[in-house]
């Protein structure tokens, strides 16, 4: 099982950006997919970003693209996320997740049950 610690949150004025960075330990981190979810209070945990175990493939929600951008470095067992332009309606707690290589992630990239193991998060807040 792998080890998942989030950092990089914090609180940043409207139009500016943050790296989020999940840093793994344990098994292999190569036999992981990667995602990052957030979860604002009162609302439901929703998909952000993820990235395929080679960082071949990367998908978005579509509200996020252009803005976000997920990427990681094997050699590190990172995973980064990108944040530019922030809006106050990004503030929440960002969670990062493994999936350990399924062979449907291209479909099910998105769900929350997906995944086998999750950070412990860490949380942003954008001031308007």
């Known amino acids: 099982q792998v080890q998942l610690v989030e950092s990089g949150g914090g609180l940043v004025q409207a139009g500016g950006s943050l790296r989020l960075s999940c840093a793994a330990s344990?098994?292999?981190?190569?036999?992981?997919?990667m995602g990052w979810f957030r979860q604002a209070p009162g609302k439901e945990r929703e998909f952000v970003a993820a990235i395929t175990w080679s960082g071949a493939n990367t998908y978005y929600a579509d509200s996020l693209k252009g803005r976000f951008t997920i990427s990681r470095d094997n050699a590190k067992n990172m995973v980064y996320l990108q944040m530019n332009s922030l809006k106050p309606e990004d503030t929440a707690v960002y969670y990062c997740a493994a999936d350990a290589l399924s062979g449907s992630f291209q479909y099910t990239y998105r769900a929350p049950d997906e995944y086998d193991a999750w950070g412990q998060g860490t949380q942003v807040t954008v001031s308007s």
């Open positions: 344990g098994r292999s981190f190569i036999y992981y997919n």
